[in-house]
């Protein structure tokens, strides 16, 4: 069997629109290098807005969610933002510039995007679960839009969402991983306690993406990171009570690090 040709599985052309791409990675302009550390990447995150609220330090906020339909679907909340509002309790938050992006085929790119995932993930682990296909004939269009935060403290910024109708882990091989870039936080949707195989996956690429390391974990407060994959993050860096959320860094917690090099120096140890 020859060897797989991860250049060639996580490179798709035709690609969705440049500058939906060029900010999701970070980039300012289609020549410069990713910078991700402002990204907040959540998959299938339908119509949740808390991140937009809770993660200040991000800019653009890249939701992969093709599938959700009814009220909790991204239609939901592209609905929202076409409103002119997000439902934020705290502070006040305004969407401007809502646009969806049609140009070409868009569906086709994703769907490369899709087929190369599936060739990665079953190079790596045969057998494993594939990241989802669409079910529906026609993709919905992807769409963006600024939102402009005024926080309860009188601070106030510009950020971007991103809506991409793609498998979310098909999106990370294709925006981050290949470029060996992560987001700074990544949002995976664990329901009632438990997980589905699709993610079993995705936090198997976490663990062996060194640049994910870097990344905050973000879960549901009642799922402990003990599957497969997901070990790695084991410090716990915020919760978000209103949000039901937690977020866990791989990094040792900052008070640990400062206890362990006391103790070291104690002990005489260089």
């Known amino acids: 069997m020859p060897d797989f040709d991860l250049d060639a599985a996580l490179n798709s052309d035709p690609d969705p629109p440049r500058a939906l ?22 998959v299938e995150g339908g119509d949740d807005w808390r991140p937009v609220a809770e993660f200040r330090k991000c800019k653009v906020f890249v939701f ?23 439902p934020v309790g705290a502070g006040r938050f305004t969407s401007s510039n809502f646009k969806r992006w049609t140009q070409g085929d868009d569906s086709s790119a994703f769907e490369v995007w899709e087929q190369r ?8 682990w045969p057998g494993s679960e594939q990241p989802d296909r669409d079910p529906s004939p026609k993709r919905p ?8 935060r005024t926080f309860p403290n009188g601070d106030s910024d510009t ?15 294709r ?14 949707p664990w329901f009632n306690g438990g997980h589905h195989q699709p993610l079993e996956t995705f936090t198997r690429v976490l663990q062996l993406d060194h640049a994910a390391h870097e990344s905050l974990l973000v879960l549901p407060d009642r799922v402990e990171p003990t599957a ?39 002990a005489g140890v260089p």
Request: net charge positive.
């Open 228 to 266: 497969p994959g997901t070990t790695d993050w084991h410090s716990k860096s915020r919760t978000f009570p209103d949000w039901g959320k937690i977020a866990y860094s791989a990094k040792p917690a900052r008070f640990s690090r400062l206890v362990q090099a006391a103790s070291s120096q104690v």
């Open 159 to 173: 950020v971007r969402i991103i809506h991409l109708p793609v498998d979310g882990l098909a999106a990370y091989l």
């Open 117 to 124: 995932a599936r060739s990665f993930i079953e190079s790596l």
């Open 141 to 148: 269009a992807p769409w963006s839009a600024k939102i402009k």
């Open 21 to 42: 791409v060029n900010w999701a990675t970070g980039r300012t302009d289609s020549g410069s290098s990713p910078s991700t550390g402002e990204v907040f990447f959540y």
């Open 64 to 86: 992969c969610d093709a599938r959700h339909k009814g009220p909790s679907s991204a239609q939901a909340f592209s609905d929202s933002l076409k409103q002119g509002k997000l």
């Open 175 to 188: 925006l981050y991983l290949r470029d060996a870039v992560a987001p700074h936080a990544i949002c995976l």
